[in-house]
């Protein structure tokens, strides 16, 4: 396996997030547009790494910069959301990383809505103890809920 560790996001960072954002396969499957690299940057520096209630963390594979993954308040819930660079799908990191993200971030119940043609998203989050709730239509696209309450096991 290899090693999987969060760590605090860097300015550096943003760049590789930028390009990870723009990768088709990962825009269809989150159902959510790429954004061009001005609006990135200032979304991420303002919005993302500017609110004093986030927690947001750079996952590493082996030093190298997978994605990220965050938790933030909306609307009275505690949501967590993920983003990796597709050369990092498939190998356990996704898992891993929000395995050591819950250790860290310990508000429950906390709730994820990944689009629900995203069937690994879900599955990841299903492995590490979230429970689908319910759906959320946003437009013409349905997003499936899932929340994770207090001592929800992990199945590993």
């Known amino acids: 396996m290899t090693d999987v560790l969060l760590r605090d996001v860097d300015d ?6 930028y390009e ?5 396969e990962a825009v269809r499957r989150a159902q959510f547009p790429a954004r061009d690299r001005d ?12 609110n004093p209630t986030g927690h947001v963390q750079t996952v590493t594979v082996d030093g190298e910069v997978a994605g990220n993954i965050l938790a933030w308040w909306q609307d009275g819930r505690r949501f967590v959301g993920y983003w990796f660079g597709q050369r990092f799908w498939g190998r356990g990191v996704g898992t891993a990383a929000l395995r050591q993200f819950l250790q860290r971030e310990q508000v429950r119940p906390l709730y994820a809505d990944p689009f629900v043609g995203n069937t690994a998203s879900v599955r990841l989050l299903e492995r590490c103890g979230f429970r689908r709730v319910g759906t959320d239509q946003k437009g013409d696209l349905e997003f499936v809920v899932l929340r994770l309450d207090e001592g929800a096991a992990d199945e590993g």
């Not at 550096?12 to 997030?17: P, T, Y």
């Not at 990870?20 to 088709?24: F, G, L, T």
């Open 12 to 17: 550096a960072d943003l760049e590789v997030f």
């Open 20 to 24: 990870q954002q723009r990768e088709e």
């Open 39 to 50: 609006r990135f940057l200032t979304h991420w520096r303002t919005k993302v790494l500017g």
